[in-house]
C-alpha cells in the first residue's frame, strides 16, 4: 500500500479538494465540506481499494491522512 | 376466552428473519397470541435462541435455516410447509453506500434479500396454495424510501420502496383468495440493524429530536403492529401501509 496511491483515492471523496493539498499531516476532517456523507465514502472506498471494512469511528478517530492510512494498513489482510 | 379480535389462536405463521430483532419479536408476540410459528432465518444460532423464547412449546413451532437470496432454497421450504394463515416477509438488510459508490454485488445482495426474497417466496407460496384462504401477509417495509430520504440510504430506500409497492399488488391479485396483504413501515428501530449503521453518539442524538416521541420504537412496538396485521381485528384492511414511526413523517 502507497500513500501516494491512498491519497489519490481519498482525494476523490471530496469536491473541493485539491489533490496538492493532501498531504500525509493534512487534518482532513478540517475541510469545510468534510460530513457524514464523507466518511460513509471514505468507509466504501477502503472496502473497494483494500479490501478492508472501516467503522465511522475508525475515521473519526484519525486525525491526520497518516492515521487514516496507518489504522487501513494494519487490517490489511496478509 | 373473553372477547379478542386480536388473537392469533389456531392460526400457522411463517415468520422471516425470525432469528433477530423484529422477526424475533414477531415470533414471540405471535406466539404469545396463541399462534404457532414457522421461524425462517439464515442463522442458525438466531433461530434457537428464538425458538427458546416463544410461548406455546406444545404448538411444535418450527425452524428453518434458510438462506433467502438463494432461489432453490426458497423452492425446497415452500414444498415443505402447508396450512399457512399468516405470512411475515421480514429479514432485511441495510447499506450505507454514497449512490456513487454503489457496486453492482451491493444491488444484487441488497434488493436479492430486501425486495425480490419475500417476491419470490409469496408468489410461490401462493402459486402452490400454501397459503389459506383469508391468509394474512405482511411485510417489513421502512419508512425510508417513502417519508424519509437521507444521504447514503439509497439503495436501502429503493429495494423498501419496491416492497411497499408490491404489498399493494397482493393486495390486488391475492383478494381471489381472500388473502389480504399489508406492509408496516417503521422508522428506526433498537436492534442490531440499526447499530450497524455506523452513527456516532452525537449523531443519533441528533436524529431522536426529529421524533415527536424523542424515542426509536423497540422491536416489539412493531412486532405488536404486525400482529394487528395478522389478526381478524384487520379483516377488512388490505393495501395498506402502516407507518409505525413514533410521528417521524410528521417533521
Ligand atoms: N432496525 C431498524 O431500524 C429498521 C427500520 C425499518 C425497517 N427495518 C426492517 O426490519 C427488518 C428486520 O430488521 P432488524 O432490524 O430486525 O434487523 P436484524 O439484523 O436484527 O435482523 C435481520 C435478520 O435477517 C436475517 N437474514 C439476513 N440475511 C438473510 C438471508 N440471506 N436469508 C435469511 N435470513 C437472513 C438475519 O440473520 C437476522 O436474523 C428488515 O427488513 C429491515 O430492513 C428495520
Known amino acids: 500500500m502507497e500513500m501516494k496511491d491512498f491519497i489519490k483515492n481519498l482525494v476523490e471523496q471530496f469536491d473541493e479538494v485539491e489533490l496538492e493539498a493532501l498531504t500525509p499531516e493534512t487534518k482532513f476532517k478540517e475541510f469545510d465540506e468534510f460530513s ?13 481499494e483494500y479490501g478492508v471494512r472501516l467503522k465511522a469511528d475508525d475515521v473519526r478517530q484519525a486525525e491526520t491522512v497518516q492515521d487514516l492510512f496507518d489504522t487501513v494498513q494494519s487490517r490489511i489482510q496478509g | 376466552m373473553s372477547y379478542n379480535p386480536f388473537s392469533l389462536q389456531g392460526k400457522k405463521v411463517l415468520v422471516t428473519g425470525a432469528g433477530s430483532g423484529i422477526g424475533r419479536a414477531i415470533a414471540v408476540a405471535a406466539s404469545k397470541m396463541g399462534a404457532s410459528i414457522v421461524m425462517v432465518d439464515i442463522s442458525k444460532e438466531g ?5 427458546a423464547l416463544l410461548d406455546h412449546p406444545e404448538y411444535q413451532h418450527q425452524q428453518y435455516v434458510v438462506d433467502l437470496t438463494d432461489s432453490e432454497a426458497i ?23 454514497p449512490l456513487q459508490m454503489i457496486r453492482e454485488e451491493d444491488f444484487d ?10 417476491v ?17 401477509i405482511v411485510f417489513t417495509s421502512s419508512l425510508a424510501g417513502l417519508y424519509t430520504f437521507t444521504p447514503a440510504n439509497g439503495l436501502y430506500s429503493l429495494s423498501k420502496s419496491a416492497l411497499t409497492s408490491y404489498a399493494k399488488s397482493c393486495a390486488v391479485e391475492f383478494a381471489a383468495r381472500g388473502i389480504r396483504s399489508n406492509c408496516v413501515n417503521p422508522s428506526m428501530v433498537n436492534t442490531h440493524l440499526k447499530d450497524s449503521l455506523s452513527f456516532s453518539e452525537e449523531e443519533y442524538q441528533k436524529d431522536i429530536e426529529k421524533y415527536p416521541l424523542r424515542r ?31 410521528g417521524r413523517s410528521l417533521k
Request: aromatic letters at 4%; hydrophobic letters at 45%; charged letters at 20%.
Open chain 2, 120 to 136: 419470490l417466496l409469496t408468489n410461490l407460496l401462493y402459486k402452490k396454495k400454501k397459503l389459506n384462504k383469508g391468509a394474512s
Open chain 2, 47 to 51: 433461530l434457537e435462541q428464538t425458538g
Open chain 2, 109 to 118: 445482495r441488497v434488493v436479492g434479500l430486501n425486495t425480490k426474497a419475500p
Open chain 1, 36 to 48: 457524514s456523507l464523507t466518511i460513509l465514502s471514505i468507509i466504501a472506498m477502503a472496502d473497494d
Open chain 2, 75 to 97: 423452492g425446497a421450504l415452500v414444498e415443505s410447509l402447508d396450512g399457512l394463515d399468516g405470512l411475515v416477509n421480514n429479514a432485511g438488510i441495510p447499506n450505507t453506500r
Open chain 2, 216 to 246: 426509536y420504537a423497540e422491536p416489539e412496538e412493531v412486532a405488536n403492529a404486525v400482529i394487528f396485521l395478522l389478526s381478524d381485528a384487520a379483516s377488512y384492511i388490505t393495501g395498506h401501509t402502516l407507518l409505525v414511526d413514533g
